[in-house]
């Protein structure tokens, strides 16, 4: 399990096996933050990668810390959370997390926007609880931190390219980087403290564990003086001890854990002595190595914690800061252990070996707002109802369709009759067409009109029959074809022609004049013969014979021969036509 | 927060796929049907429309034909 501390100016990574009991800790790994790339998470995820590749270091699960920034840790009575925050498997409901968001921010001294939470209750984080569980939980410890501090981890971790676990509040992390100095104290009530050249944490746990953890700033800038951060230490932290004492003196400390940074691990011994004088509570120093055993050192077995200051190596006896080897693969001193006590802390959180941590890259408070629980019944009923509507559509849409094709299927078979009766017009033209000289031109209809009404006027077939038609169309100007019509024909007797009839072929005329004009017979009884009929005719005027009649004594049956010629008459319409 | 088990997304894209693909098909042919009635309707349409005008051209030569 690898530990990852990112500090102002460092990237410090530990590598902890269990060995048995206890922990191995191989040589720790150094990644120095240019000023440049300080702000930039994807250059430092690059460097570090490749930092951890060439160790071979690359695929181990690994444990972050986030970077110092403001952070929030207060154990909260389950009252004070109000609401029922154990409904959907531990997750809190909205109102929950403002009210925490809410506590976090006065504190914090930051907008809601940029915090995040994460909850624990006694052996492991909210989340991984089931509701019952948590029901019986007294206390839930509330951690908040800063979301752009957590974003920047993130973005770190996936440039890196390495396996994640969870992040951690450094703050904890240095707590629990000296677990094995504390975790055994006979004491109820405790405090354990780290110092570092710009800050001191301060965590106070009674039996049930961790209640709260504060973080105070001893210098302003980076560049303070050893003697600087003592000062400070020794005015700041007894204020919160005596605070303590006024607010909750059931919960003040028997015993105080210092632990600190190489830089201050020198003068320990004479700031626990100071300390324990001013707040009057027995104090002792940590070992950075305890319940660890390092890899490469001569004898490579448990340390064991200093139970008192007077156990510990003297200062004199402990290497200074500038004495601490460069060479990273050389076994580390105590001192170079001290400063990597973040990452110890993370690395024993990744293997659980810790009473308290958090998962900030998992955490519980916005995220968990958007986890609303949504019912899938109206979204299938929906979805059904819309494919209902559409088919039904669909059918209408094709009944109206084949409807309409009905219809139309209808009326076709009613015009049937209709189309055969043309059919057989056609092909009675098709067989008249085989009278016509291939080379006349002309509107067909004008020659079925002349044809249909010469057949109207002509004689019984028994009496005359025709020999030819000839249809010259206009009206000629040449003396030899006077006329627009020459019929010729053979006839029975010459009066069907002319007209002169007896009665007996009077009558006869006069059946057939009836049928074809029955208005100008009724007026007249002169007009018999078949000129006569031609110029009573709508379509004909000026009919006369052409010839007198030619006998021909070798037919019996039509012994006269006849020609007659006639005009069209020229109205508006037969001229249009 | 528990992650959604990978089978049970495997499971569920399949079906989703396949629900697409089988209701795909179904409008297609819905579609497809739709176009044919268009089809015979226009053709219909027009048949009827040159019976009409050929039985309207035709009307004389039927009369004096016949």
Known sequence: M??????????????????????????????PIEPQQADDPVALGKRLGEALRSRGWYKKKTVMTLPDRLCFIRRLPKEEIGGDHTKNKGRLHKTTVENLLNTARQTMLVSADDLVLDLWTKGRPLATKKPAE??????????????????????????????????????????????????????????????????????????????????????????????DSEVAFLQQLPRVFNTLKLSDPGRVPQRVFLG??????????????????????????????????????????????????????????????SQVPSALHTPPTVADTADFQPAIGAALDGLAATP?????????????????????????????????????????????????????????????PELEKIAEAKNNWHRFRSYLPSSQGGDRLSYLNILYEINQIMPNTGEAYLTSLTIIGKKSTSPATPSDILITGRVSKGDVITGKVG????????????????????????????????NNSNLFNKAEQAASLTLDVTDNLYPFSFSVTCNLRRTEKTTAK | MKRPKRHIIVVLLVCGLAALLVGRT?????????????????????????????????????????
């Open chain 1, 2 to 31: 690898l530990g990852i501390d990112i500090s102002e100016k460092m990237i410090r990574v530990v590598r902890l096996r269990r060995r048995g009991s206890g922990f191995l800790l191989l040589p720790p790994l150094e990644v």
């Open chain 1, 134 to 227: 948590v029901k019986r939980e007294a206390v839930i410890l509330l951690g908040a931190a800063q979301k752009s501090v957590v974003d920047f981890c993130r973005e770190l971790a996936v440039a890196s390219g390495i396996k994640v676990l969870s992040l951690e509040l450094r703050s904890l992390a240095s707590v629990n980087g000296l677990l094995f100095n504390w975790h055994e104290a006979s004491e109820e009530n405790i405090a354990v403290v780290f110092l570092s050249s710009q800050q001191v944490d301060i965590a106070f746990m009674d039996v049930e564990g961790l209640f709260s953890l504060q973080t105070l700033k001893l210098t302003s800038g980076s560049e303070g003086s050893v003697k």
């Open chain 1, 260 to 321: 600190a940074s190489s830089r201050l691990i020198g003068s320990l011994s004479p700031l626990a002595e100071q300390l324990r004088q001013k707040i009057g509570i027995e104090v002792s120093i940590c070992s950075p190595e305890a319940g660890l055993v390092v890899a490469g050192s001569r004898k490579e077995k448990h340390n064991r914690p200093s139970e008192t200051a007077s156990h510990f190596p003297p200062a004199s006896q402990l290497p200074s800061v």
């Open chain 1, 356 to 416: 308290t941590w958090f998962d900030f890259r998992h955490p519980q408070g916005k995220f968990s707002e958007k986890k609303k629980p949504v019912s899938w019944k109206p979204f299938v009923f929906a979805a059904v109802a819309s494919i209902l509507l559409g088919c039904a559509f669909w059918l209408s849409l094709v009944q109206q369709k084949i409807t309409e094709r009905d219809q139309l299927n209808i009326s076709l078979n009613q015009l049937q």
């Open chain 1, 503 to 534: 009665p007996g072929e009077e009558t006869t005329v006069k059946v057939s004049l009836q049928e074809i004009t029955p208005a100008k017979d009724s007026q007249s009884d002169v007009s018999t013969g078949f000129i006569a009929r031609l």
């Open chain 2, 26 to 66: 179904i409008t297609w042919r819905m579609w497809e049907y739709l176009n044919k009635l268009n089809q015979q309707i226009k053709k219909d349409q027009i048949l009827l429309g040159q019976a009409e005008e050929e039985i309207k051209e035709n009307a004389e030569y039927v009369e004096k034909m016949g």
